[in-house]
């Protein structure tokens, strides 16, 4: 008989085990976590395969190793999987976030990007924004929003198109990304989003915006936003080399 679902790497249930702890309060923000032999007995697993669990565990972010302390549980462990939706500069500043510099708000007619990611029609008008994200050791990132054609917006998500509008007619200072306005108007609206991410260069252009050589390596983060299946944003985000650490979260 074949077996139906995914079955889990026992390392993986290990590490879920473990997360789990930390996120309801057995293993605190701030607590040590006990020495290996009795956690290992305590879990009833074996000491490699807790090891290689804390190991990731370290990794990802929830574990710090301390010399002659031990494992300690960080005092921000990140959030889970992708629940919630963040505006990229509330990830690469934490939660502060850098600031944002906008470049330009216009409307324009879809790119071959933007019929694919947004299914606009030929001639349709979107709202795009090139904003610079921007921090005390200069520009971090360049970013491309679009949002989905205003009649869109207007049967699927009325309060973000509402939103845009403000914000057409009373430019915000200092500025917001576009994510950051669909997620202020969305308080009601269940968000889903996906992202891509590829490796290239910046180019002479957005070299110039980011204050950098146009052969830099940089790291491209392409994003749909959706309400049920209609997406309403879709947006590229160029991080070069030396940006702060963008954080990644996955879970099943």
């Not at 697993?45 to 190793?65: F, H, K």
């Not at 992202?195 to 002479?204: E, F, K, P, Q, V």
Request: aromatic share 4%.
């Amino acid at each position: 008989m074949a077996a139906s679902g995914h079955r889990r790497r026992p390392v993986v249930a290990l590490y879920e085990r473990i997360a789990d702890a930390v996120h309801d309060g057995t293993y605190p923000p701030g607590s040590t976590l006990p020495s290996e032999p009795k956690l290992a007995a305590e879990l009833g697993v074996s000491r490699p395969a807790l090891r290689e669990a804390l190991l990731l565990l370290q990794e990802d972010g929830l574990l710090t190793v301390r010399r002659g302390v031990g494992r300690t549980v960080n005092a921000r462990p990140p959030r889970r999987g992708f629940e919630q939706v963040q505006p990229l500069e509330e990830l690469i500043g934490g939660g502060t976030g850098p600031r944002v510099r906008a470049l330009l708000r216009t409307v324009e007619e879809p790119t071959d990007f933007t019929t694919q990611h947004l299914l606009a029609p030929a001639r349709a008008e979107l709202r795009f924004w090139e904003s610079v994200l921007g921090g005390e050791a200069g520009p971090a990132a360049l970013c491309h929003e679009w949002a989905a054609a205003d009649e869109v917006l207007d049967r699927v998500h009325p309060a973000f198109a509402a939103a845009l509008r403000t914000c057409a007619s009373t430019p915000a200072d200092p500025a917001v990304s576009m994510l950051s306005v669909l997620l202020g108007a969305s308080r009601e609206v269940a968000l889903h989003a996906h992202s891509g991410i590829t490796a290239t260069l910046l180019g002479r252009r957005r070299g110039e915006q980011l204050g950098r050589p146009a052969d830099t390596p940089a790291v491209l983060v392409t994003q749909v936003v959706r309400v049920g299946d209609t997406p309403v944003l879709a947006a590229k985000h160029m991080l070069p080399t030396g940006a702060p650490a963008l954080p990644v979260l996955q879970s099943h």
